[in-house]
Nanobody, 129 residues
Framework: HVQLVESGGGSVQAGGSLRLSCAGP????????MGWFRRDPGKERKAVAV????????YYADAVAGRFTVSQVNANNTLYLQMTNLKLGDTAMYYC???????????????????????WGQGTQVTVS
């Protein structure tokens, strides 16, 4: 069982920055697909960034590309989401998620669908005003 714990959320003014952290158990970077998802008020949860998209780099939702950066530090078993130039529309509950990687993942990349992720953190609120 994989436990994920997010931190780093909070309130920030538009244009500001926040860094979210997701602490998990020891794992090899290639063993799991990891991602950040968010649930906007009244909407379904959707992907913000996933660590591997199949083209050698991360996947980013169009709404955050160029502003958010996902990174993974295996030495401390932590996944990060650096968020810059935050906008009002970024207000949401943010979740860290993981799923075991498969052979097909190595070629096609990790899914960005929340339904394909098995393990979830409790979420951390980000409010932009």
């Amino acid at each position: 069982h994989v436990q994920l714990v997010e931190s780093g959320g909070g309130s920030v003014q538009a244009g500001g920055s926040l860094r979210l952290s997701c602490a998990g158990p020891a794992y090899a970077s290639s063993a799991y697909c990891m991602g950040w998802f968010r649930r906007d008020p009244g909407k379904e949860r959707k992907a913000v960034a996933v660590t591997y998209s199949g083209n050698g780099g991360p996947y980013y939702a169009d709404a955050v590309a160029g502003r958010f950066t996902v990174s993974q530090v295996n030495a401390n078993n932590t996944l990060y989401l650096q968020m810059t130039n935050l906008k009002l529309g970024d207000t949401a509950m943010y979740y860290c998620a993981a799923v075991e990687a498969t052979i097909s993942t190595l070629f096609s990349g990790c899914s960005s669908s929340p339904a394909d992720f098995t393990y979830w953190g409790q979420g951390t609120q980000v409010t932009v005003s």
